[in-house]
């Protein structure tokens, strides 16, 4: 249960939007890293199996098999991007954090008698900011690929 920083009203759909967006980029960053760590441990632990099941004399057709999953895997990672969205997610849910506390113990910015505004204007420039981060990349993996599909 989450405790709100005054009994204000005021502040209420801002710290409301504060604890959205921190649990958001929070739980996105998780799973990015799940993911990320998942694909690259089957990419580590497959790629080792290949030159054990070559030098097994394992059918070719086998071999290829598994050389193929570690390249479709890096072409996942490549594609979704886990080790990106990882790194940008968490960055964006400690900057929150940060903000959050320093809002809390009504320090830095925060100092002032319209801290709430303060808030409100700070917590929306970092969903913004991370926001034209994913966009730019989204823009740049479409001008890398010009044979995928491009989607709105």
Aim: hydrophobic share 40%; glycine share 4%.
């Amino acid at each position: 249960m989450t405790v709100q920083p005054v009994e204000d009203s005021e502040i209420s759909p801002t710290w409301d939007r504060l604890e959205d967006q921190l649990a958001w980029y929070d739980g996105k960053s998780m799973a990015a890293q799940q993911a990320y760590k998942r694909v690259k441990l089957s990419q580590l632990i497959v790629g080792a199996i290949v030159p054990v099941v070559a030098a097994l004399q394992v059918p070719p057709a086998v071999t290829a098999s598994l050389a193929a999953f570690v390249v479709v895997a890096e072409g996942a990672q490549q594609l979704y991007q886990w080790q990106t969205n990882w790194v940008l997610y968490r960055s964006t849910a400690e900057t929150l954090k940060h903000e959050k506390y320093l809002y809390l113990a009504a320090a830095g910015p925060y100092s002032t008698d319209d801290r709430h505004r303060v808030l409100a204007e700070r917590l929306e420039g970092l969903v913004s900011q991370e926001h034209a981060k994913w966009a730019e990349g989204q823009q740049r993996e479409s001008h890398t690929s010009p044979t995928e599909p491009k989607h709105s």
